[in-house]
């Protein structure tokens, strides 16, 4: 149980947050619950796909836009579901520069270089400005996925821990496999609820501590220093948030997942699939309502029996580089079909699908090769209220920021820019962006 220090802190932690989700003891949580279950919430996933695509036949033609448009072979397997995307073209990120690095800026429209006296700079992504506002009321704020492959933040991804990248502009970590996902996600705690309050409590020790320690070093700093010290500030008081929603969910029972344990060992292809199953879950039990998923690249390939490293696919020419390229969209593609089949097979309450609610975005911040203009950009789904089943082709250079804006108002999310963007897409937007 709290010591009288422990619950002053608690309180006075939680009363820098919100008010009234600290109180669900008193029944706030069951409110909050009783309303989802008449009003199904906003959801949102990314799915990042580090290289690009094959841009002869994953893009429609810019000239075939509309709701018209043929269906390039690229995304053939996506038939069943093409009146429920919209590809976008013609996106980019002002400032990218990193021609091996297609997930580091991809959410965000960062300039690296936009701190003086840093080499690099980024900014908070897009899954984070979603997840401030509709991870209030679960148990995960938000959850980062990544491949189990080596290296995953070298060429193809580039720099970060997934996807995902906090209001500092700081990588966030991921899990790095759907078995400890899983776990995280669905598997009981061992430790007895009385233990766990007590480490918490141990840790919330040391986080004062240190801060003591800190502050009484504030003093006669450089402004550099100063600086350095107030980002860990910013730093310790992102702890205590967490420490404080964790505190909030220690005696409420993780839900039963709907799905069974996964096997360990999977790779590529079914640990993709595996993957999505997850996403599917853990939007089912409302368990978060914000994923990113930073996708596996050389390991797909070699599920696929391709040949060729993926650096040297991402080169491709006629030929068998350009095959393989086109067989890595082709076997993609067939996965996001899957994912978006279960999405609209499992329903909410109300009788409407998860699919209806969530926002799904498939890219890269790379085109094809190397280039970085004309974003590979997929949408789906009923979360941001956008205009699907059209191609737009939007003029070049348009901000990739611009449609992030637009899925984040469509979201319900306030906010008026983000990363680089100019206003919302005009031709994308519903009637609440």
């Known amino acids: 149980m709290f010591t009288a220090s422990s619950r002053r802190r608690f309180l006075k932690s939680a009363g820098t947050l919100l008010a009234l989700p600290t109180l669900e003891s008193l029944g706030f949580r069951r409110f909050a619950r009783a309303a989802a279950a008449a009003t199904p919430p906003k959801r949102m996933v990314c799915l990042g796909i580090g290289y690009g695509v094959t841009e002869e036949t994953w893009f429609p033609k810019a000239s075939d836009v509309g709701a018209g448009y043929t269906l390039p072979e690229g995304l053939a397997p996506l038939a069943r579901h093409k009146n429920d995307f919209t590809v976008v073209q013609g996106c980019s990120h002002r400032f990218a520069n990193n021609p091996h690095g297609g997930s580091t800026f991809w959410l965000t429209g960062a300039n690296p270089f936009g701190t003086a006296g840093q080499s690099f700079h980024n900014s908070i992504s897009m899954d984070q400005v979603a997840a401030a506002q509709l991870g209030r009321d679960t148990r995960f704020t938000s959850i ?9 933040e070298g060429p193809g991804h580039g720099t970060g821990l ?12 991921g899990f790095n496999s759907p078995v400890i996902a899983f776990h995280r996600l669905f598997s009981a705690e061992d430790a007895p609820l009385e233990q766990r309050q007590k480490l918490l409590g141990e840790k919330r020790s040391v986080l004062d501590a240190v801060l003591e320690d800190a502050k009484s070093v504030q003093r006669g700093l450089n402004a550099a220093d100063a600086d350095k010290l107030d980002e860990y500030f910013q730093g310790v008081r992102d702890i205590e948030t967490r420490l404080s929603k964790e505190e909030r969910w220690l005696s409420e029972p993780k839900p039963k997942s709907p799905l069974p344990q996964p096997g360990e060992g999977l790779v590529g292809r079914d640990e993709v699939l595996l993957m999505y199953d997850i996403i599917v879950a853990a939007l089912q039990t409302d368990s978060t309502r914000v994923l990113t998923f930073r996708q596996p690249i050389q390991h797909l390939l070699t599920s696929l029996d391709i040949k060729v490293a993926a650096h040297d696919m991402s080169h491709y020419a006629l030929g068998p580089r350009m095959e393989a390229s086109k067989q890595r969209d082709r076997a993609q593609a067939e996965m996001l079909a899957t994912l978006i089949d279960k999405l609209k097979s499992t329903k ?9 609610h969530t ?5 890269s911040n790379l085109r094809s090769i190397h280039y970085l203009d004309n974003c590979p950009t997929l949408l789906a ?3 941001a209220g956008i205009k699907l089943g059209q191609h737009l082709a939007m003029p070049k250079g348009t901000p990739l920021c611009n449609v992030w804006l637009t899925l984040l108002k469509g979201t319900g999310i306030d906010v008026e820019s983000h990363g680089d963007s100019t206003g919302v897409v005009k031709e994308l937007a519903g009637t609440t962006a």
Do not use: Y
């Open 381 to 383: 789904g009923g979360g």
């Open 348 to 356: 909410e309450t109300d009788g409407s699908s998860l699919f209806d």
């Open 144 to 152: 980062q996925l990544n491949a189990s492959e080596p290296g995953m």
């Open 162 to 173: 997934s996807l995902a990248w906090d209001h500092r502009g700081k990588p966030m970590a």
């Open 359 to 363: 926002t799904v975005v498939f890219g």
